[in-house]
């Protein structure tokens, strides 16, 4: 734990690296920096106001969805929820049919096959929308629809990462992390302070680098996920 904070966390997360889940408890300057960080890329997507935004997660998201949800609402979109399980896919495709969701973050295998269990088309549901995959076997599922703007949206460890609008690679907040790569494995420190300390730690994700300057103006380098 960072002595450097002697206040208690604005609140308790949790993260996967390659041990497991690992507790993230996360102080009020991180909660902001991953506002901003999502701020950055949500805006290259130019957004109509008042947006109605679908995030599909579960409780152990919070590190990831509590700051998106700070960030919608400051830019006066509007945040609904669905659980990213097999069981609660029928949620999201009421959203998508009722709301007409231009705009859905967290798109996962589970989800994938409960809509077509439930006897829905995924290719069809996402068409013309902006999709975010949370899992890579996700993301090639639904490639095969051209119409449908498909992008990541990836826990990497500790760090949040996300496409922009350009795609080519999760973005990772560079002013955040600093990030190495051991035989493609994310090896994440922390360049700021956090509450707590990470020094080297293994994610369990593993990509590869792009260093080119993004389309959307970012520099800093992105991460394609691929297998182990």
């Known amino acids: 734990m960072n002595t450097a904070f002697a206040e208690r966390p604005l609140f308790v997360a949790s993260y996967t690296d390659a041990n497991g889940r690992q507790f ?5 300057a991180e909660h902001d920096r991953r506002v901003w960080f999502y701020r950055r890329i949500v805006d290259t997507f130019n957004l109509p106001a008042r947006q109605v935004v679908l995030i599909i997660s579960d409780y152990n998201d ?21 659980e990213n399980t097999i069981f ?16 859905v973050v967290g798109i996962n295998t589970p989800v994938l096959d409960g809509l077509e269990a439930a006897g829905f088309k995924p290719l069809e549901l996402f068409a013309n929308r902006i999709v975010f995959a949370r ?4 993301y090639q ?18 760090a949040i990462g996300m496409e922009c609008r350009h795609g080519g690679g999760l973005h990772i907040d560079a002013n955040e992390w600093d990030v190495e790569f051991n035989n493609g494995e994310v090896v994440l420190s922390s360049r700021l302070a956090t509450y707590v300390d990470f ?9 590869s680098a792009v260093t080119e300057l993004c389309d ?3 520099d800093g380098l992105r991460i394609i996920p691929r297998k182990p």
């Open 24 to 28: 993230l408890p996360l102080s009020q």
């Open 62 to 82: 919070h590190a990831l969805t509590i700051p998106l949800q700070t960030q919608l609402h400051a830019d006066s979109h509007i945040p609904c929820y669905a």
């Open 88 to 103: 609660d896919a029928r949620r999201t495709e009421n959203f998508l049919r009722r709301l007409d969701m231009q705009f």
């Open 135 to 138: 899992d890579e076997a996700a």
């Open 141 to 158: 599922r639904l490639s095969a629809n051209s119409s449908i703007t498909l992008r990541r949206w990836m826990e990497i460890g500790p």
């Open 199 to 207: 020094d080297k730690v293994h994610t369990g994700f593993y990509g």
């Open 216 to 218: 959307c103006g970012r």
